[in-house]
Structures are given as C-alpha cells and as structure tokens.
Nanobody, 119 residues
Framework: QVQLVESGGGLVQAGGSLSLSCTASGVTSSTQRMGWFRQVPGKGREFVAQVNWSGSGTTYVDAVKGRFTISRDNAKNTVYLQMNSLKLEDTAVYYC????????????WGQGTQVTVSS
C-alpha cells in the first residue's frame, strides 16, 4: 500500500503561480511513475503530467505545456507540480497518483487538493 498526501493548493489570481507537492509513504517501490491529474465538477479526471523514476522523462497534457513543471525528489518520496501563468480553466481539484509500472493505469491516488484561479 502507498499513501499519498497532497499539499499546496489554494486561491490564486490569474497569471499567478502555485506549487503543489505530494509525499508518498508505505511501499514506495510502487512509485515508478508519479503523476498529477485534475478534475472539475461534472467532468472526468484529466491527466496533467507525469514523471518517471529518474526524473528524466516527463509528459504533459498540451493545455499546460510551457506553464507547468513536474519534478520529483526520490529521497523525500515527493513529487512536485510547479504551476505558472495560471488560467481560470486550471481551476480544479488536483490529485497525485503513483504507479509501479512504466505504463498503464495508476495504482494509488491521493485525496486531492483544490486549486482555484480567480480573475
């Protein structure tokens, strides 16, 4: 089992920045991939970004490319999401997730943290 705890959400004005973090505990060998997803009411969960174990491989959804940066610190079992130039449409609950495999579905999910971008 892996437990994930997110932090760093909040309210920010459009154009501003926020940094999310997510710390894993438990069987951390199950964190080959770590990722961020987001969800708004009435819609499905959307992939945002992911990073591989070494940190050298990252993937982003087109909507956040150039604005968001995902990184990880394996010594701290933590994944980060630096969000810059935030837009109103970035408002969502953000979830971190981990997977033991290089590809396929994610295995464990955090409880989510709210990010609200205001005009």
């Amino acid at each position: 089992q892996v437990q994930l705890v997110e932090s760093g959400g909040g309210l920010v004005q459009a154009g501003g920045s926020l940094s999310l973090s997510c710390t894993a505990s438990g069987v951390t060998s199950s964190t080959q991939r770590m990722g961020w997803f987001r969800q708004v009411p009435g819609k499905g969960r959307e992939f945002v970004a992911q990073v591989n174990w070494s940190g050298s491989g990252t993937t982003y959804v087109d909507a956040v490319k150039g604005r968001f940066t995902i990184s990880r610190d394996n010594a701290k079992n933590t994944v980060y999401l630096q969000m810059n130039s935030l837009k109103l449409e970035d408002t969502a609950v953000y979830y971190c997730a981990t997977a033991a495999a290089y590809s396929g579905p994610y295995d464990y999910w955090g409880q989510g943290t709210q990010v609200t971008v205001s005009s």
